[in-house]
């Protein structure tokens, strides 16, 4: 069997249809189901800027669409890649609730007095 060679404008092409298809979906379904508001930032949207709503995948999971609307949430576009950010910040360094941080020791101007003096300890 024959390896098809794809271009990458070909690729993209078939990327940006598949991803409008699936938006298509379910963010008709969530402007319906939601009033037209951030969940985060509790902005107000009106379908002269409705572009700039997004939804969100609570799970992070975009194929995870229940019909009862429970996987999502209407985000700005910047609490959305806030949230976006958040969640691969936890990805690739961990929760910080996890680890107990020590308090610093080390103290700069201990000396400081004796060092303007002339004086080094």
């Known amino acids: ?14 990327q940006r249809e598949y ?18 508001t951030c969940g985060r930032c509790a902005r107000d949207f009106e379908r002269k800027n409705l572009s700039e709503l997004t939804v969100h995948h609570v799970d992070h999971n975009h194929d995870n669409n229940p019909a009862d609307g429970s996987n999502w949430e209407l985000l700005c576009i910047y609490c959305h890649d806030e949230e976006h950010t958040k969640y691969e910040n936890l990805v690739r360094y961990g929760s910080t609730s996890e680890k107990q941080v020590k308090a610093a020791t080390f103290n700069p101007f201990a000396d400081l007095k004796a060092k ?3 004086k080094d300890s």
């Open 1 to 14: 069997m024959a390896i098809q060679k794809k271009t990458l404008d070909q690729v993209l092409a078939e």
């Open 19 to 36: 991803n409008a298809k699936r938006a298509t979906g379910y963010r008709e379904r969530a402007l319906k189901l939601y009033p037209w």
């Open 116 to 118: 303007m003096e002339g």
